[in-house]
């Protein structure tokens, strides 16, 4: 594992491994101020999160966006989209976004490890998604983390016990503002851990301009994709969703592509 300059991004570690360590990009004020926002999030919009796998104790927010649409500023921060258009080699857009949170938690060790999406050959470093795991909480060998198997982007892609006995398991921690580049094709999970403490995290999946729709879970508003003053904004917010399109449409806009 390698940490980055946070504007900076090891692209030979991520071509190797299919993942990089940005370190702790986000400090002082500015961190503080996303925590504010992430854990107003959670105490004044409860209707948008809801739990999810392993019993419920993790629940996630993927309407972000309409929730809290300053979170825009994280997503679109330059110390992020730098380094992942870098990987990308050419402009990102929005693909998923989400605030996720897991509670304190009492059972054993769970890990359930999977691809998001198969791998896209015809993208550099068969990347065709990049998800951005962003700690705004301490992540230790103590907490629950997230954890990859590490994936040279030239070497044969093995079934999932074989990635993991040939090719290993990273642990990724760090402190809060910790940011974390991956290719979401490459085998990865959650790591459950008991653990007395929380870990909140806000997870970001950025595609390429004119590829697929990733999934239907965000919501992209208007005063995005359409009424921002800035085109690249626009641009950077144009990967619509079906949902998207349909809240669009239900107020009256019309969507490119439709007839």
Not at 3 to 24: A, M, P, R, W
Not at 207 to 228: A, D, M, Q, Y
Request: some cysteine.
């Amino acid at each position: 594992m390698t940490h980055t300059d946070s504007e900076v991004v090891d692209i030979d570690f991520f071509k190797q491994n299919g993942y990089v360590d940005l370190g702790q990009v986000f400090t002082g004020d500015e961190l503080d101020r996303f925590v504010t926002m992430y854990d107003q999030d959670r105490t004044e919009n409860g209707p948008f999160w809801r739990a999810i796998s392993f019993d419920g104790h993790q629940s996630i927010n993927c309407e972000m966006l309409i929730s809290s649409p300053e979170m825009d500023e994280i997503i679109r921060h330059p110390k992020l989209i730098e380094p992942i258009e870098s990987i990308m080699e050419g402009p990102s857009c929005l693909a998923e976004a989400c605030l996720r949170y897991m509670e304190p938690y009492e059972g054993e060790q769970v890990e359930g490890w999977h691809r998001d999406r198969a791998h896209m050959q015809d993208r550099p470093y068969r990347c065709g998604y990049i998800h951005m795991m962003l700690y705004l909480s301490d992540v230790h060998e103590g907490t629950h983390c997230f954890s990859i198997s590490p994936e040279p982007y030239d070497a044969p892609i093995l079934e999932r016990e074989e990635q993991l006995e040939q090719r290993g398991i990273v642990n990724l921690h760090g402190p809060a503002g910790t940011a974390i580049l991956f290719n979401l094709s490459v085998l990865h999970t959650a790591t459950v851990r008991p653990t007395e403490h929380e870990r909140k995290s806000v997870q970001i999946y950025y595609g390429h301009r004119g590829g697929p729709v990733l999934s239907h879970f965000t919501t992209i508003p208007t005063s995005l994709w359409l009424e921002h003053p800035d085109p690249e904004v626009r641009n950077f917010y144009s990967l619509m969703n079906n949902p998207s399109r349909k809240y669009a449409q239900a107020f009256g806009y019309t969507v490119p592509g439709d007839l």
